[in-house]
């Protein structure tokens, strides 16, 4: 049987960027076969490789995954010698992915109008906190900044306290989704529709996390609502909400449709709530959702979650537990679906990260390395692909090129 085909497998995706945006959209191309060279200045490398909880020498544990299945080479772009090479790079690449502050690239004569030049079919995507024209262009944009200005921590928290984060840097990773999607609409463009020339694909932080907002904006616009955050709960929706367990964990429960609030109450003991006047309709639920909450809570209090899970399971109630990492590490289902994948790596002898999304039937992406040390494929890179011989690296290396 033959192995496997990886569907991006002979894209050539070059890498200039740091931290987040960038690195998290080419580390997803790479999941699926791209080749990926990621470009660092000399000497220090991405930030990335600091990050985190975990740090051995240039190696964080972030940066393990972050930087996975990537070749990584160290370039100056500030030297007119390395703006040289980086165009050499560019011609042989099929996508750009680059997240600077917008004009830097234009600074160092590597606009998309300067790098089509050398390579018509080059797609470049671009991801700043405010996109690459408009008033706010030139303002620093960092996710925590996208995710205020988009209106997620707006509707994010209790309407008591200040809107908190997320939790996790949730702004840069859907401006990456939005990357990946770009580069892979204008790649689709380019060769299945037989255009042959590659286009700018220009993603800002805020519009990313602006287009998950759901139907926030026309609310607004025709009848003046503005969401505000309303905690755990969705307003009028019941019951939809997070209810405390016995042995002091939290449950997730969604029985807002006629049906499964039928489903439910008859796992408390109490069936006749379904056609109490207060509960027996949608509407009716959602004006009488807090005390339906509390009716909900009292039973949940007297179960354990194990218990509970194993009922509302049963009974075909969506009930889900809030899991730490703790919980996930050691749950059968994301063994199964080979989402905790360990990985050998150099220095940490091997790491367990995350799984690839979305799995294929046919084309299923593959984990092949950790993420590299600084500048381990500089030779590969710059021998193979661009015909240098040893000492023209040698000498660039000493003139601190790369």
Known sequence: MKDPVIPLEGVRVLEMGTLIAGPFCTRLLADYGACVIKVEPPGTGDPMRQWGVGVREDRS??????????KCVTLDLRKPKGQEIARALAAKCDVLVENFRPGTMEKWGLSYEELKKVNPGLIMVRISGFGQYGPYRDKAGFGSVAEAMGGLRYVTGYPELPPPRIGISIGDALASL????????????????????????????YEAVFALMESALPD?????????????????????????TRDGKWIVMGANADGVFRRLVSCMGRPELADDERFYSHL????????????????????????????LDEAGVPAGPIYSIADIAKDPHYQAREMIQEVYDRMWETVKMPGIVPKFSLTPGVIKWSGPGLGEHNDEIYRQLLNMDRKQIESLRQEGVI
């Open 61 to 70: 544990l972030w940066w393990t995954v972050q930087s996975r299945n990537k």
């Open 220 to 244: 607004y616009d025709k009848t003046g609502y503005v969401r505000e955050r309303t905690g755990t709960i969705l307003p009028k929706i019941a019951p939809s909400n997070t209810y405390p």
């Open 178 to 205: 939005f990357g990946v999607i770009g580069a892979l609409n204008a790649l689709y463009y380019r060769d299945a529709a037989g255009v042959g020339v590659g286009q700018c694909v220009d993603v800002a932080l």
């Open 284 to 311: 009716a639920r959602g004006e009488n959702q807090a005390l339906l909450d509390d009716m909900i809570a009292q039973w949940t209090r007297q179960h354990d979650m194990q218990e509970l899970i194993l009922i």
